[in-house]
T-cell receptor
Framework: DQQVKQNSPSLSVQEGRISILNCDYTNSMFDYFLWYKKYPAEGPTFLISISSIKDKNEDGRFTVFLNKSAKHLSLHIVPSQPGDSAVYFCAALRDSGYALNFGKGTSLLVTP | KAGVTQTPRYLIKTRGQQVTLSCSPISGHRSVSWYQQTPGQGLQFLFEYFSETQRNKGNFPGRFSGRQFSNSRSEMNVSTLELGDSALYLC?????????????FGEGSWLTVV
């Protein structure tokens, strides 16, 4: 069963605006949430992560928000740049060596 | 600091053959895991190794196997290849099995089975 869901397959945003990518999960035992950016036929590039004990983490243009009660997290990219165009994967992990559970990804297109 | 290195990057095999893929983790990382990405199934966990021991295994048939060496390098093997095994195989490393927020992926090995 899909424990991590990204319900928007695609998103188009104008350059300079905010991109908001959403992710929902069903397993309240997840300890970490990670976001990856991926180009076709390449490996995922780690962007940012957040521990389940926090509700926000920021790194440059990227901010991740976690709402545990709603089992929802979001990645904000501000300002969006054309180079941000890629597929973004949300992933969740329980501590102690469990596997990453990935969402199906959201394809972001940032237009000039 | 070198990233996760996977070899080969691209390969074509025939049904029924076997294939071995290699992964060198980031220096100092002792946990290596493998994932398969296909268009239909997305990114799926294959297995994880730590200190040469398999810690977890995903829902894949026994044709998929792996191992880890004392220097943390890992290999995965797929025997009796099927067309459906065509996929991007990704290796990920992290310092330890409790380092949940620092997992890095290699570029992947793209396998085509014909």
């Amino acid at each position: 069963d899909q424990q991590v869901k990204q319900n928007s397959p695609s998103l188009s945003v104008q350059e300079g605006r905010i991109s908001i990518l959403n992710c929902d999960y069903t397993n309240s035992m997840f300890d970490y949430f990670l976001w990856y950016k991926k180009y076709p036929a390449e490996g995922p590039t780690f962007l940012i992560s957040i521990s389940s004990i926090k509700d926000k983490n920021e790194d440059g243009r990227f901010t991740v928000f976690l709402n545990k009660s709603a089992k929802h997290l979001s990645l904000h990219i501000v300002p969006s740049q054309p180079g941000d165009s890629a597929v973004y994967f949300c992933a969740a992990l329980r501590d102690s060596g469990y596997a990453l559970n990935f969402g199906k990804g959201t394809s972001l297109l940032v237009t000039p | 600091k070198a990233g996760v290195t996977q070899t080969p990057r691209y390969l074509i095999k025939t049904r029924g053959q076997q294939v071995t893929l290699s992964c060198s983790p980031i220096s100092g990382h002792r946990s290596v895991s493998w994932y398969q990405q296909t268009p239909g199934q997305g990114l799926q966990f294959l297995f994880e190794y730590f200190s040469e021991t398999q810690r977890n295994k995903g829902n894949f048939p026994g044709r998929f196997s792996g191992r880890q060496f004392s220097n943390s390098r890992s290999e995965m093997n797929v025997s009796t290849l099927e067309l459906g095994d065509s996929a991007l195989y990704l290796c990920a490393s992290r310092p330890s099995v409790t380092a949940g927020n620092t997992i890095y992926f290699g570029e992947g090995s793209w396998l085509t089975v014909v």
